[in-house]
């Protein structure tokens, strides 16, 4: 069976052993694939790396997020309305 392998460094599981810190270094900052019998068991990503796809996948969820407000209908208020609107409601709660 073939697999696609998303990083352009490999290691096998025995070379992760025998010495992490070598395997990631080798990948000058990028993702290494790590195989298991010529099969991508799983990517060893270096911390740096790791913060910015957490960031992405962060913002591209905070896009969604806006992209949906968008759409929402908006009502516009001007400020002193607002502020009416504020000092009578709490003035009634009294």
């Known amino acids: 069976m073939n697999n696609i392998i998303h990083s352009r460094f ?3 599981v025995s070379k992760l052993k025998e010495n992490p810190m070598k395997v990631v270094s080798d990948g000058f900052g990028e993702a290494v694939a790590i195989l298991n019998r010529n099969t991508p068991a799983f990517y060893c990503v270096p911390a740096d790396l790791y913060q910015e796809m957490m960031d992405l ?5 905070l896009l969604k997020l806006a992209e949906q407000v ?3 209908e908006t009502v516009k208020v001007s400020i002193n309305e607002l502020r009416a609107r504020v000092r009578k409601s709490s003035s009634e709660e009294v």
């Open 10 to 12: 490999t290691a096998s």
């Open 57 to 61: 996948i962060e913002d591209r969820e």
């Open 70 to 72: 968008d759409t929402e």
